[in-house]
């Protein structure tokens, strides 16, 4: 059943990675595809991927969300609809889930079922979830950045059947309540805990473990669970449904026995098992049957209906028939990381049992779920803390033992008698409070693992050992705990191998345009240096690219260190992640060409024309501004010129008509360049036709969001360059654009977008 079961996930997977739909037509290849798994149970495993494959092309067909006409995207719509999930909301924006089932604008009126993703911003109304509104709207298809290593924003949104976002524009209109509202309930709730006196600290994590609520829990607070290796402990999954379950199993069981003519018709450990579903179906539904939860929810009710109908069943069957109905119910928790956490660790606990139960099991179970996870970890870009195997044995059974119940207990004391609540809430909060102090002391003291430090030929020696002592293992029935930690070191080096991304030789570089949306951002790496140019936006909200983009960015390329990092002027689109980036990493200096107006922390120099240096036979000049200059905005920018081996490439900030004129008159003979970042996102104040035919570049690149407000890059633009012979590349279609440069030619980009192209992104 496992290798089965591993074979569907398999297809399932194979089938994720197209980046489109395949027609309908193949799904007649179904049905001969089952017939010959029953058929040929020696060709189980291929065919149970190819059934896989089939399956997840069905469940992509079937769920698909529906189109919206391209027409209703190009002014505002009203929708009509209902609030779904529990509000995102803060000072300057509420943002919602909103089930729109007709739509109206102009004479045109449309019926169906749609699900947007809305923002309402200003001083909006309080979102109640169950409500029901008639909203204006200005809806967008989803668009995500598109980098490596980044977050996939539009598959998230696929997996809860959104594909488009929108914004409040204008007033709103009640249009009633729902009777009944499960979403209503939980929102009630998470008020009611935020309300119980507890600290925000506490109450946001409260809020995630009662409800499954994690849009007030910080920034900093995610980080500290990462650090620690204890995200689990706030996410409802696994861990927390069987708790409950086992909890409500335990007291049913002993409850049962206590009538001996029930126990003499169904024993107590078969009759405990419906209440335990029913504890764990009820929590699942507290926490709205989130993506998380139903892969939790599905794997107890396997285990529990095995015990419901008196099946005796092994340790992999079991997590085979898991992994089946979870697949088989969701194609898309595939592409989750919760997905392989989940089945990593329970994995790694039914190996351990199995092969080595014992009194002091529960000492070297911590361990062993560290050793199967960290893996993992490295491949999905998340911290592996080594300090989480004793964190995790001390803070478990706080959390199981006391947190968890005794939230449990005082939400249902909070809606029966309010007073009790909110006193057992406050004791909760208060026992919580020293716990998250005490995993801040411990984040603190976490060392930085540097995997990508690591040389290939190490890599290559221990894969090669753990393999050969892998063998011996099975064969002399080593400890189970010495099995899983060879395996676990031959799936990191193979995982390392497969992330590795080498430096550039010396006398070469790498030059990467990240997907900002409207912004700007470059990264130039050389054999042993890194700079950065710009740091994209900040928003009103709080998100910025620095945090989203760049830092999962160098997470995925194994930087560490920026040596220099250049802030071309002092516009929120160019320097909004700088913050981020001086608090994560360490960076060597910083030059701007508005240093006044950055209002950073670290001293920042201004930069100047003709200075120059040399990283590893690379050479960069800054040309503008001049030395004596005082320049404010975008005329004040930075612009940098990186050569090598015959090739370079202008980084032009946001320029103007001023700026360009100056570097005509005294820098004509260094512009002339391969590549050029096109100055002011390919404004129409920017890119003049002298300073266009000055460089004459082979291409040119624009740094804009897509279907942007400003209408970048003007058409006027793009014609300009082009006229010179210069191909134009747009972040906002292509994702991150990557040049490796220094053998001369300019060679061929290497784009993002068609590289991670994906069928939910059509």
């Known amino acids: 059943m496992l290798l089965a079961a591993a074979g569907f996930a398999l297809g399932v997977i194979i089938f994720q990675q197209l980046p489109a739909l395949p027609h309908a037509g193949w799904l007649l290849f179904l049905p001969p ?74 004479a045109l009126r449309l019926s169906g079922n749609w699900r947007f993703r809305v923002s309402w911003y200003g001083r909006a109304p309080r979102p109640v979830a169950g409500d029901k509104w008639v909203l204006p709207l200005r809806l ?52 009611g805990i935020s309300r119980s006196g507890v600290s925000h600290r506490s109450g946001a994590v409260l809020r995630a473990l009662v409800v499954g609520d994690r849009s007030i829990l910080s920034q900093e607070d995610k980080l500290v669970f990462a650090a620690t290796g204890t995200s689990h402990l706030i996410a409802i999954s696994g861990l927390h449904i069987g708790l409950v379950a086992a909890l409500v199993y335990f007291l049913a069981q002993q409850g049962w026995r206590r009538f ?138 706080v959390f199981a033992m006391l947190i968890v119940p005794l939230s449990m207990a005082a939400v249902v004391f909070q809606l029966l008698y309010p007073d009790l609540g909110r006193l057992l809430m406050s004791a909760v909060g208060g026992l919580l409070d020293g716990v998250l102090l005490a995993l801040d002391t411990v984040a603190q003291w976490s060392p930085a693992l540097r995997w990508e430090a690591l040389p290939l030929g190490l890599l290559v020696f221990v894969g090669v050992a753990a393999l050969s002592a892998l063998q ?30 080498p430096a550039p030789f010396p006398n070469q570089f790498r030059f990467t345009l990240l997907d900002v949306g409207q912004g700007l951002s470059v990264v130039v790496r050389t054999a042993r240096h890194v700079l950065v140019f710009d740091a994209g936006p900040r928003f009103p909200s709080g998100f910025n690219t620095g945090a989203a983009v760049l830092l999962p960015y160098f997470e995925s390329r194994g930087i560490r260190n920026i040596d220099r990092l250049i802030l071309s002027h002092s516009d929120i689109d160019h320097i909004g992640g700088a913050p981020d980036l001086l608090r994560k990493l360490s960076v060597g200096e910083v030059l701007s060409g508005e240093p006044s107006g950055l209002g950073l922390e670290s001293p920042v120099r201004r930069c100047a024309a003709g200075e120059i240096w040399w990283w590893d036979g690379v050479r960069f000049e800054i040309l503008h501004p001049a030395v004596d200059a005082s320049l404010e905005g975008n005329d004040a920018s930075c612009v940098l010129k990186v050569s090598a081996g015959g090739d370079s490439v202008l980084i032009t900030g946001d320029i103007e008509r001023k700026g360009e004129d100056w570097l005509l008159a005294f820098a004509p003979d260094k512009l002339r360049s391969q590549i050029v970042v096109a100055a002011h996102h390919g ?57 490796r440069l220094g053998a001369g030619g300019a060679a061929d980009p290497v784009l993002w977008h068609p590289f991670s192209r994906r069928y939910w992104h059509n």
């Open 33 to 106: 595809v089952l017939w010959c798994w029953q058929r040929f149970p020696w060709a189980g495993w291929l065919c149970a991927a190819l059934a896989g494959f089939f399956w997840g092309q069905l469940s992509a067909l079937t769920s698909k969300p529906p189109a919206l006409p391209e027409t209703v995207l190009e002014d505002v719509v009203l929708a009509s609809g209902v609030i779904e999930g529990i509000p995102d909301a803060n000072a300057q924006r509420s943002r919602f889930f909103f089930r729109a089932n007709h739509l109206q604008q102009g």
């Open 140 to 191: 967008k298809r989803v668009h995500g950045y598109r980098n490596p290593g980044g977050f996939d924003y539009a598959g998230w949104l696929y997996a809860r059947q959104v594909i488009y976002t929108g914004y409040v524009k204008g007033e709103g209109a009640p249009a009633g309540r729902q009777w009944w509202s499960l979403d209503r309930l939980r929102q009630n709730v998470a008020e």
């Open 260 to 397: 001996p003519r029930l126990c003499s018709r169904w024993p107590a450990k078969v009759a405990a098992a419906p209440f335990a579903m029913s504890a764990a179906l009820a929590y699942a539904a507290m926490a709205g049957f989130s993506i998380p939860t139903q892969r939790a929810l599905i794997m107890l009710l396997v285990v529990m209906s095995g015990m419901l109908f008196r099946r005796a069943t092994e340790p992999a069957r079991v997590l085979g028939l898991a992994l089946f109905a979870v697949v088989l119910w969701d194609p898309l928790a595939l592409i989750s990381a919760g997905f392989w956490l989940s089945f990593g660790a329970v994995a790694a606990i039914l190996f351990l049992a199995h092969r080595g139960g014992g009194r002091f099991f529960w000492l070297w179970l911590q361990p062993g779920i560290f050793l199967a996870l960290a893996p993992l970890l490295v491949w999905l870009q998340l911290p592996v803390s080594l300090y989480s195997p004793l964190v995790n044995l001390l803070a478990i059974p």
């Open 472 to 501: 011996r293992a099975r064969k002399h029935s080593w400890h189970p705990l010495w099995q899983l930690s060879l395996f676990s070191a031959l799936f990191l080096c193979l995982v390392l191998y497969a992330k590795r991304t």
């Open 683 to 739: 404004s129409a104040s920017s890119s003049g036709e002298g300073f266009v035919h000055a460089v004459r570049p082979r291409y040119v690149l624009f740094a804009t969001g897509r279907a942007n407000r400003w209408g970048f890059p003007r058409e006027e633009v793009v014609n300009r360059w082009q006229a010179v012979g210069a191909a134009a590349l747009n972040t906002a279609m292509e994702g991150a654009i990557e040049f």
